[in-house]
């Protein structure tokens, strides 16, 4: 009960739905283009009763170096712009796929080959893709 008093207690993101015009998405994006991620894209989880999240936020990095890059400059923008901190992100001692997760927004960084293996894309298939 004690760990439930803790995650009570954190500032809690807000609960709102997002749009691909809400700052804190257009901040993610703006932050992955500005460090050359690549194959950016967003899907639209918003109409999808059994989705976490409004949306995924997935990308491709080249290489482990610029996929950390990218994952710190996107977590450290959202905290500039928007006073928000992720709920949790994943990853980093992996290099291959690092997940930011803000509640309504979760953000993918992945390398090719984990990409061409996990197929996000295909997974959720039935959401609005928009690509950048």
């Known amino acids: 009960m004690n760990n439930l008093t803790v995650l009570d207690s954190r500032k809690k993101p807000s609960l709102s739905r997002l749009t691909r015009n809400s700052k804190i998405f257009k901040t993610i994006i703006n932050a992955i283009q500005e460090k050359k991620g690549e194959r950016i894209i967003s899907l639209d989880l918003r109409k999808i009763p059994e989705a976490v999240?409004?949306?995924f936020i997935i990308c491709e990095a080249s290489n482990n170096i610029q996929l950390k890059a990218i994952a710190d400059f996107a977590e450290m923008?959202?905290?500039k712009k928007c006073g928000e901190l992720p709920y949790k992100h994943e990853g980093w001692q992996g290099e291959q796929w690092i997940l930011i997760d803000y509640v309504n927004?979760?953000?993918?960084?992945?390398?090719?080959?984990?990409?061409k293996f996990y197929r996000l894309e295909e997974m959720w298939s039935d959401a609005p893709v928009a690509e950048y």
Do not use: G
């Not at 927004?105 to 080959?113: D, N, S, T």
């Open 77 to 79: 923008e959202v905290k």
């Open 53 to 55: 999240c409004d949306f």
């Open 105 to 115: 927004v979760v953000v993918h960084i992945m390398l090719p080959e984990p990409r």
